[in-house]
């Protein structure tokens, strides 16, 4: 799997360079700040045919788009609503029940 800084200066040509030589299935993809270009614009990876993993387990990996976001304060719509907007297909959580609870709520897992 690729994993992917979104923060580095040069994050959009190594996710081109994985894409062309790698072809991954995933790519992870790691922010502190969620302003990446990448982000707003992620339907060219799926077109790719590669999913976008993201971890919500730290902040430090999602700014801030967690699951204690989710769970502890009650903020779907600033967690894990905001990833999946964000084109998340894969959700990396320490709490896979409500996440699979909640996904199945929205339609977007059987």
């Known amino acids: 799997m ?18 062309q030589h790698i ?3 995933d790519s992870e993809f790691n922010f502190k700040k969620d302003t990446s270009a990448i982000l ?20 430090s990996l999602n700014s801030g788009h967690d699951d204690d976001t989710a769970i502890e304060i009650g903020n779907k719509k600033v967690s894990w609503d905001w990833l999946i907007e964000h084109g998340a297909t894969i959700i990396q959580t320490d709490r896979p029940r409500e996440l699979l609870s909640y996904l199945k709520k929205k339609g977007l897992h059987k």
């Open 23 to 25: 072809k991954p299935v």
């Open 40 to 59: 707003a614009n992620h339907l060219f990876i799926n077109q790719k045919r590669s999913k976008i993993w993201i971890n919500s387990l730290w902040t």
């Open 2 to 19: 690729a994993v992917v800084d979104l923060d580095k200066p040069h994050a959009m040509q190594k996710i081109n360079d994985y894409q």
